[in-house]
C-alpha cells in the first residue's frame, strides 16, 4: 500500500506549537530541532546543565505517538545496557536475544559524555545503519530510528569527549543557550498554576507520519546551483587555516538532507541558498577541527563556518 501523502509544514507546526508549550523563548532551537526530526537525522543538544537539553528531547518524544526510551549515560553502564544481550533460556534450550534501551523509535540518550568511549561506541552501527549487531547476529531497528542525544560541555568534571566518529553521526549540534530576560521571566510566570509538564504532553504526531514526512523530504527539489554552493562551502573548509580538519562528503550530504527538511517545513518544494545559510552552521561546526593556535585565539568552529559563508560566493548573488 503506498504511503499517504502528509502536508510536512502542518506536521511541522503541530510538533513545533506543542514543543512550545513547555519551552519558552527558544523557537529557533526547536525549529532546527524538528528540522532535523525531518530529515531523519540524529540531534545533539549541548550545554551547560538547566538550560533545558532534556526538556527539549523529552518533549520531542512525548510529542510523537511512538516507542520512546530514554538511557541515562553514566560512567558504568556497559554496550549490553545500551543495545541489548543473548540470554540461556533453560525452557528453549537456546539462547534468546533481550533488546536494550536503543530499540525504540526515539531514544533520549542524556548526558552521552558521561558514559566510556566504549559505551558511547556502542551506539555507532546503530546511528549509521539503524540495526545492531550482537554475537554475530543482526536485528533491525524501527523507523524512523531517532537518536535525541543531552550532553554538557567536556570541561565540566566527570565527562568523556566525544570521540569525532561518533560526532560525525550526529546531523546537528544544537546549543541552548540561555533565554533572554523576557523569556526567563515568562519561564518564572509559567512555572506556577496551570504549570504544562513535559509529561503531560500528548501526541500529535505517528511514527507512520514522520516516516511519511521523511519520504515526502526526499522529493524536495535542489538546483544543480545550489549543489555547487553546498559543495563550494565544504570545500573551503577543507583548505581554512584555522581548520587542521575540514568537512567530509557526509557533511554535504547533510547540509543538503537539512536543507530539504527545512525548505519542506517552510511550505516550499524546493531549497534556496538562504536554506544553506542557516544550516551550515549547525549541520558543520561538529564536523571541523580547529588548529591549536585557532583556539588560543578562542576561534571556535561557528566562527569558521560563518568565514567560510562569508567568502563563498551565492548563487544568484552576483551577474
Same mark, same amino acid.
Given at each position: 500500500?503506498?504511503?499517504?501523502?502528509?502536508?510536512?509544514?502542518?506536521?511541522?507546526?503541530?510538533?513545533?506549537?506543542?514543543?512550545? &508549550?513547555?519551552?519558552?523563548?527558544?523557537?529557533?532551537?526547536?525549529?532546527?530541532?524538528?528540522?532535523?526530526?525531518?530529515?531523519?537525522?540524529?540531534? =545533539?543538544?549541548?550545554?551547560?546543565?538547566?538550560?533545558?537539553?532534556?526538556?527539549?528531547?523529552?518533549?520531542?518524544?512525548?510529542?510523537?505517538?511512538?516507542?520512546?526510551? &530514554?538511557?541515562?549515560?553514566?560512567?558504568?553502564?556497559?554496550?549490553?545496557?545500551?543495545?541489548?544481550?543473548?540470554?540461556?533460556?533453560?525452557?528453549?534450550?537456546?539462547?534468546?536475544?533481550?533488546?536494550?534501551?536503543?530499540?525504540?523509535?526515539?531514544?533520549?540518550?542524556?548526558?552521552?559524555?558521561?558514559?566510556?568511549?566504549?559505551?558511547?561506541?556502542?551506539?555507532?552501527?546503530?546511528?549509521?545503519?539503524?540495526?545492531?549487531?550482537?554475537?554475530?547476529?543482526?536485528?533491525?531497528? +524501527?523507523?524512523?530510528?531517532?537518536?535525541?542525544?543531552?550532553?554538557? +560541555?567536556?570541561?565540566?568534571?566527570?565527562?568523556?569527549? =566525544?570521540?569525532?566518529?561518533?560526532?560525525?553521526?550526529?546531523?546537528?549540534?544544537?546549543?541552548?543557550?540561555? +533565554?533572554?530576560?523576557?523569556?526567563?521571566?515568562?519561564?518564572?510566570?509559567?512555572?506556577?498554576?496551570?504549570?504544562?509538564?513535559?509529561?503531560?504532553?500528548?501526541?500529535?504526531?505517528?511514527?507512520? @507520519?514522520?516516516?511519511?514526512?521523511?519520504?515526502?523530504?526526499?522529493?524536495?527539489?535542489?538546483?544543480?546551483?545550489?549543489?555547487?554552493?553546498?559543495?563550494?562551502?565544504?570545500?573551503?573548509?577543507?583548505?581554512?587555516?584555522?581548520?587542521?580538519?575540514?568537512?567530509?562528503?557526509?557533511?554535504? =550530504?547533510?547540509?543538503?538532507?537539512?536543507?530539504?527538511?527545512?525548505?519542506?517545513?517552510?511550505?516550499?518544494?524546493?531549497?534556496?541558498?538562504?536554506?544553506?545559510?542557516?544550516?551550515?552552521?549547525?549541520?558543520?561546526?561538529? &564536523?571541523?577541527?580547529?588548529?591549536?593556535?585557532?583556539?588560543?585565539?578562542?576561534?571556535?568552529?561557528? @566562527?569558521?563556518? @560563518?568565514?567560510?559563508?562569508?567568502?563563498?560566493?551565492?548563487?544568484?548573488?552576483?551577474?
Amino acid at each position: 500500500m503506498p504511503a499517504r501523502r502528509i502536508d510536512v509544514a502542518a506536521l511541522f507546526d503541530a510538533l513545533l506549537r506543542n514543543v512550545e &508549550r513547555v519551552i519558552q523563548g527558544k523557537r529557533d532551537q526547536i525549529s532546527l530541532a524538528l528540522v532535523c526530526l525531518l530529515a531523519e537525522g540524529h540531534l =545533539l543538544v549541548e550545554d551547560v546543565p538547566g538550560v533545558g537539553k532534556t526538556t527539549l528531547a523529552k518533549a520531542i518524544a512525548r510529542s510523537i505517538a511512538a516507542t520512546a526510551h &530514554r538511557i541515562q549515560f553514566t560512567p558504568d553502564l556497559l554496550p549490553s545496557d545500551v543495545l541489548g544481550v543473548s540470554v540461556w533460556n533453560r525452557a528453549s534450550n537456546e539462547f534468546e536475544f533481550r533488546a536494550g534501551g536503543v530499540f525504540a523509535h526515539v531514544l533520549l540518550a542524556d548526558e552521552i559524555n558521561r558514559a566510556s568511549p566504549k559505551t558511547q561506541s556502542a551506539l555507532l552501527e546503530a546511528m549509521e545503519e539503524r540495526q545492531v549487531t550482537v554475537d554475530a547476529r543482526t536485528y533491525a531497528l +524501527p523507523r524512523p530510528f531517532l537518536v535525541i542525544a543531552t550532553q554538557n +560541555p567536556i570541561e565540566l568534571e566527570g565527562t568523556y569527549p =566525544l570521540p569525532e566518529a561518533q560526532l560525525d553521526r550526529f546531523l546537528m549540534r544544537l546549543p541552548m543557550g540561555y +533565554p533572554n530576560r523576557e523569556a526567563e521571566l515568562a519561564i518564572l510566570e509559567t512555572h506556577g498554576a496551570g504549570y504544562v509538564h513535559v509529561d503531560t504532553l500528548e501526541p500529535v504526531a505517528s511514527a507512520a @507520519d514522520l516516516a511519511n514526512a521523511a519520504d515526502a523530504v526526499q522529493s524536495i527539489h535542489v538546483a544543480p546551483a545550489i549543489q555547487r554552493y553546498i559543495v563550494d562551502l565544504v570545500d573551503a573548509t577543507r583548505g581554512h587555516p584555522d581548520l587542521t580538519l575540514g568537512a567530509s562528503p557526509r557533511g554535504a =550530504l547533510s547540509v543538503q538532507r537539512a536543507a530539504r527538511a527545512f525548505a519542506a517545513a517552510q511550505g516550499r518544494d524546493y531549497v534556496i541558498p538562504d536554506d544553506i545559510k542557516l544550516l551550515a552552521p549547525t549541520v558543520l561546526e561538529h &564536523r571541523v577541527i580547529s588548529t591549536p593556535e585557532a583556539g588560543l585565539r578562542g576561534i571556535t568552529g561557528v @566562527d569558521v563556518i @560563518d568565514d567560510v559563508l562569508g567568502q563563498v560566493p551565492v548563487p544568484g548573488a552576483s551577474g
